[in-house]
């Protein structure tokens, strides 16, 4: 079993729609979420930290469920320029502060 | 915000050669620094974590003789294949990081070196 899992999709969102997608993790002593936005053959970039509470940057809101052991991101109004794949991260309790990644979901912002 | 620089950005090489890949921490030290392979399609997956003036800590399954991490300053780590064979073919990423400890660290990442081997 994979430690983070996420849907691929891809996701086909109109422009101006509202995609949401979630991210499992197994690792119950995980203790920081993530998510990163990564272009084709590009670097993972940050996208936003993952708190309790949940959180909003502009038009994306990442919650944060610990019982259930799942991560969201909520992206509204969509923009063409949103089309990427997202990474769930989640960050080890270790010393090193190693981050573990799924392997994304595909996100197709269409005009 | 921190930059981080991989050079080259993509090589292409014969089965059974070494190539060399650095990772530069351009305006911040880092103690830490990461070194992931991206397969398609696949997340990106840990094979080292290097500490500066230490050897590296290998994930299980990734051959430390194989894929030898220098990180002789605090601005520098080198990940290098050595007898690269086409199954390295993949995209190398290195990440570092700008401070030890805190709850909210960032990890930067480099652009990546796309490895070819013929």
């Known amino acids: 079993r994979k430690e983070v899992e996420q849907d691929p999709g891809p996701f086909n969102v109109p422009e101006g729609a509202t995609v949401a997608f979630n991210c499992t993790y197994s690792?119950?002593?995980?203790?920081?979420f993530f998510w990163y936005r990564q272009d084709c053959r590009k670097e993972p970039k940050l996208l936003m930290s993952?708190?309790?509470s949940g959180n909003e940057d502009g038009r994306f809101t990442a919650q944060l469920n610990r019982a259930s052991q799942y991560i969201s991101l909520l992206i509204r109004d969509s923009k063409l320029s949103d089309s990427a794949t997202y990474l769930c991260?989640?960050?080890?309790?270790?010393?090193?502060?190693?981050?573990?990644f799924g392997a994304g979901t595909q996100v197709v912002v269409t005009p | 915000g921190a930059v981080v620089s991989q050079h080259p950005s993509r090589v292409i090489c014969k089965s059974g050669t070494s190539v060399k890949i650095e990772c530069r921490s351009l305006d911040f030290q880092a103690t830490t620094m990461f070194w992931y392979r991206q397969f398609p399609k696949q997340s990106l997956m840990l094979m080292a974590t290097?500490?500066?003036?230490?050897?590296?800590?290998?994930e299980q399954g990734v051959e430390k003789d194989k894929f030898l991490i220098n990180h002789a300053s605090l601005t520098l780590s080198t990940l290098t294949v050595t007898s690269a064979h086409p199954e390295d073919s993949s995209f190398y990423i290195c990440?570092?990081?700008?401070?030890?400890?805190?709850?909210?660290?960032?990890?930067?990442f480099g652009p990546g070196t796309r490895l070819l081997v013929l």
């Open positions: 993952v708190y309790s």
């Open positions: 290097s500490n500066e003036g230490s050897k590296a800590t290998y």
């Open positions: 690792n119950s002593a995980s203790q920081s």
């Open positions: 990440s570092a990081r700008d401070r030890p400890g805190g709850l909210q660290e960032t990890q930067y």
């Open positions: 991260v989640v960050r080890l309790t270790d010393s090193w502060g190693k981050l573990q």
